[in-house]
């Protein structure tokens, strides 16, 4: 774990006008610290999200420098979750029962928020969701705001952008193929009821093991039910396999949209390591440098955030995952301001009520704790060429397609033109 | 040899009461949150090591049967709303078919054989439930248990309650095996199980009862798991590091009695819990497999055996 | 289209074998040969994964670095066999369960010294041939697992070779059938037994350059292996290397055949269920002297 | 002459094409002395493992104390009083010398006694010094007294004492040739297994001679040393001592 000295140094390296805690005014260093708690994965399967850390800390540093929260500092307790749901009920019971932290935010995905879940809703705690599709869907817990804009009713709806855009190009065949993986079983299960709400026949649907190395078979036999839209549920080790054998063996010229709901399409070293097979693929994302998505407050975040990334080995664009963290941030910072308080059922009331203005959108949530309105990005690769990182930083490479207004070109179909195009 | 069984049974009562006495009187529920993971690990420990430590066969599987117990006690939960107490048996009674299954493995294979077909297991199991859609598959299954009973205080503490009584139990159990003649007969057919046979002693029959007792203890072990936790996954419960632990445990504390794995169990994942929240997992997975080479190298017969060591040393 | 599936079927698998038996050749040696359970022979197949990664990003070939480092790994090889044996040697005979203990250890401190230096994040390797095929008629083999697949015939010949014609590939069998008689003729057990660690140290960097090309590895790559490695040489038959080619060939097909017309699902299991099948069924395995 | 309390008739055993043993026939008398002689891999230590049911023979009958024992288990056969020792000793370490003899008492005793009886068996093999002792650091002399401790337990009526005195200087194979004689005069028949010829020669009533699986003589200790066949098969292996 970087401990907050290095951290500090390292930002204070990086020669940008961030004020670290220590130099707030003295009046703020005084005051009782504002505890926020939460687990991060830096170890294990999910270590791919642990610049989760770093988009807290800017925050942290951010609202410090702004004279705190209540006129007191903010403090963050984190621990390493190691990626494994079995230690989280300890580790959120250290954090309120121990450690007295004043607000929670929650581990990444839906796995790690499982067991946070009905801890929250039994000790009526308000909490901060992070990246778990329908998180509070079963619990119902009213104290819960997702910082992700996966939207309502996320577990069918949030891949709907990829359906809407294979029905306007016509598709009425589609193949699903999805890991053994939590989100990917979870995606894939909503795919499937957004085929049938949409009249598409699903020719193909079956899920293989993490981890597989070889897709011949697989891609084989979706060629062979000839599909127009492959609704692909993957996760970072097999998504660089798929592209593999993608290129190796090809899906057939049925093909009009392929992609969807692959992770991994959004990590650095994977899309460097890709490079030019990306291209034509049409896949989630919640952020992209694109013109209808930039603002400064955001170009702002991605260019402290970049020399920490290159100083501290992590994903070298940060747009996955650390904005969000911000973000939550900026929530906890709003309701708290808003009610004037950390009671936690009076910044909850706050925050239903009123909208919040994040690094990465407008958010209002409803009565679950979802934002109203869905904002998941179906995104095509295009022009991607060689392996420089760099490129992922332009726009025009990551084109969004939908939500329409967002949109910042057309679908380019079928996907074999696509991917030589 | 009387007086020491009494004060066993003393020890055990006192564990108990303290225990209890612990619920109402401390506050901090993350006592309880952190004891579960604890005293878990004392139940796979000492289940463990009813077969690897006094009979020498190394369940390198451990996760399968525990992971098994973790399941049935969700299925149960899940299709019928049953009892925790319904849901432990069940748990037993599978694990014990498995460990019986085990067994009848033992008939055809010995040593590094029968360890990595016991890892077999874990993946087969794995595999199963991945395609199992009621189970939750891969997904995994989130489950509100019901309401403890009113004397517990609160979730947390009834199944750490429930725990420790489990655990106790399978101390007791683990050590009048180890004192019985039964015990004696493992540990016969671990040096020798030809010779043991040649001695009168029925190796298939105790290695059967061995297999059966240790895979019962493991479920048994993550029968509670769905109350303490509300969700469970394949991953967790067909855990490689909950098995890499479990094995690790009574190696460190010693194999030959008892007390070992217990004193194995509290002090590595006393220290595991506290290191969960102080350094980071990658020096504390680094913790636990010098300790392996280490306790291997300069104690194979682990803490105790290492203590009697000195003992002797200090007399002579 | 039935035909073409089970054709590509049949050859992945094929492909896959011939890696899955380049993989379990250095266990092949230890267990099958010496009767030594190196369960860390997995781990030892990731370092050599990580070492190719470290010599690709210098512009080498894979393959060609694990020829380079073919002696560094021998002697990492002979090293860690002394220190099993100085571990295991005031007590004679090892016994079962502290050997799998010791390197179960070793496995955990090597991957975790993986994880410290680089991270958990997948490595890959840039070569030219990824990601193009091979096609003859309606077979397509992807050069990714086609140029491995060679590799591990070779390697097995080579091997078998060395075992069945050099004096001292003649001393490593003996070794594992009577070191007594070994002593007699003035080998020395201890040297032999270095010796047939380092060789499966190489084997293990030349595997690992080759699952490196197959896909991503990350520290725990291993893991996966383990039980395939195992299943391998015992459905060959302790100590039979040539019959680890069939045995991986069989697993390989296996595999392929469940993914393309049952569910792919279900793959990972059919090592382990053939493992347990002929633990149960026929422990000597296919081509092993019966126990 | 009393009736044979183990016979053995047309046992053979096989590993794969090797026949390893067999078939064989022949009878032993309460209370009597055997040597079972017999270069090495001639097929003595199969037919012992076949007897003591720790290797299931092919074909061909087994009976002991007037049953047949040919199905019964291993463990069986020890509780019914057919016990030997192992050629390299097999003691149960990490358990004390005394703990070693309660094995086999845990098995067949009544429950009652059980160390008492365990030390009057070690005193009786002089091993009583060493009942405390972690088994593992016995000197090879106390662990073939060891063996024929645990084998002695349940009063056994047939002792296979196999190659009990391999690798003991000629004082120690007195000492284990005087036990032997005890437990002879006591009443315990003993098959004598071993290559130190003028042991078997001394002790035994009658000796048979194995090669190739194979029973080639038979008949008391001098018609079998001087059998033209036995010489031939010793030829250039004259009598050790």
Known sequence: MISRRRFSKIAAGTGLALAAPALSTSSLAQAQPIKIGTSISLTGPLSGTKNALTGYQLWRDDVNAAGGLLGRPVELVTYDDQSSPAQIPAIYSKLVDVDRVDLLISPYGAVLSAPVMPFVKQRDLFLVGMFALAGNDTVRHDKYFHACPWGPNSQVNWARGFFDLARAAGCTKVAIMSADIEFAKISAAGGKAISEEYRMSVVYDQSYPPNQTDFSAILRNIRAAQPEAVFVCSYPPDSTALIRGLSEVGIGDSVKIFGGSMIGLQYASLLANIGPALNGIVNLHLYVPEPTMRNPAIDGFLARYEPLARAQQLDALGHYVPPFCYAAGQIIEAGVKGANTLNHAQISRYLHANPVQTIVGRATFNELGDWTEKRVLMVQFRGIRGRDVEQFRQPGRQVILDPPPLRTGELVAPFGAARSG | ?316 | MFLEILINAVATGLLLGSIYAALALGLAVTFGILHIPNIAHPVFVVLGAYLAVVANERGWDPILAALAGALPFYLLGALFYEFYARVFERRGEADTMQALTLFFGVSLVVETALVLKFGTNQQTVDVDYVGQSLRIGLLVMPYRLLVPALVAPVMILTLWAYLKFTYAGIAIRAAAHDVRALQVSGVDPHWIKRHAFGIASVTALVAGAILVIIGPVDPFSGRLQIGRAFAVVILAGMGAVPGTILAAFIIGVAESLVSAFLNPSWSPGVAFLILLATLALKPQGLFGASR | MSEPVLAVRDLTKSFGALRALGPVSFALRGGERLGLIGPNGSGKTTLINCLSGTLRADDGRIWFAGRDVTNVLAFKRARMGLARSFQIPKPFVGMTVLENVLVPLDQIGDGSDHEARAMAILRSVRLDARAGDDAKRLSHLELRKLELARALVGAPKVLIADEAMAGLSEPEIDEILAILQRLSEAGVAVIMVEHIMHAVMRFSQRVICFETGQLIAEGTPQEVAEDPLVQKVYFGEPARH
């Open chain 2, 1 to 316: 040899m009387k007086r020491q069984d009494v004060a066993f049974a003393a020890g055990a009562i006192v564990v108990l009461l303290m225990g209890f006495g612990a619920v109402h009187a401390v506050a901090n529920p993350y006592f309880f949150f952190a004891g579960y993971v604890i005293v878990q690990y004392v139940v796979l420990a000492t289940a463990w090591n009813i077969l690897g430590g006094y009979a020498g066969y190394i369940n390198f599987g451990p996760a399968a049967l525990y992971g098994a117990g973790v399941y049935t006690s969700a299925l149960l939960l899940k299709a019928f709303g049953a009892p925790l107490v319904v849901n432990i048996v069940a748990a037993g009674l599978v694990g014990m078919v498995l460990g019986l299954m085990m067994g009848y493995l033992t008939l055809r294979v010995q040593g590094v054989y029968f360890a990595i077909a016991t890892i077999a297991l874990v993946i087969m199991l794995e595999t199963v439930v991945h395609n199992i859609e009621y189970l939750g598959g891969a997904r995994g299954l989130a489950l509100i248990a019901p309401e403890p009973p009113a004397w517990a205080v609160g979730r947390t503490q009834f199944v750490f309650l429930v725990l420790l009584a489990i655990a106790v139990m399978s101390v007791a159990l683990a050590r009048w095996i180890e004192r019985s003649w039964i015990g004696r007969g493992l540990r016969a057919l671990r040096a020798s199980e030809e010779a043991a046979e040649c001695a009168g002693v029925a190796t298939l029959r105790l290695k059967l009862a061995a297999c059966a007792v240790s895979g019962a203890l493991l479920a048994v072990a993550g029968a509670p798991y769905i109350y303490y936790a509300s969700y469970i996954d394949p991953g967790s419960a067909f855990s490689l590091t909950l098995g890499l632990n479990t094995i690790a445990m009574p190696l460190i504390g010693g194999t030959r009695s008892w007390a070992g794995p217990v004193i194995g169990a509290l002090l590595l994942a006393s220290v595991q819990q506290a290191a969960t929240v102080t350094i980071s997992s990658e020096l504390n997975v680094l913790m636990v497999g010098l300790a392996l080479i280490v306790f291997i190298a300069a104690a194979p017969d682990g803490l105790i055996g290492l203590a009697e060591r000195l003992r002797r040393k200090m007399h002579a």
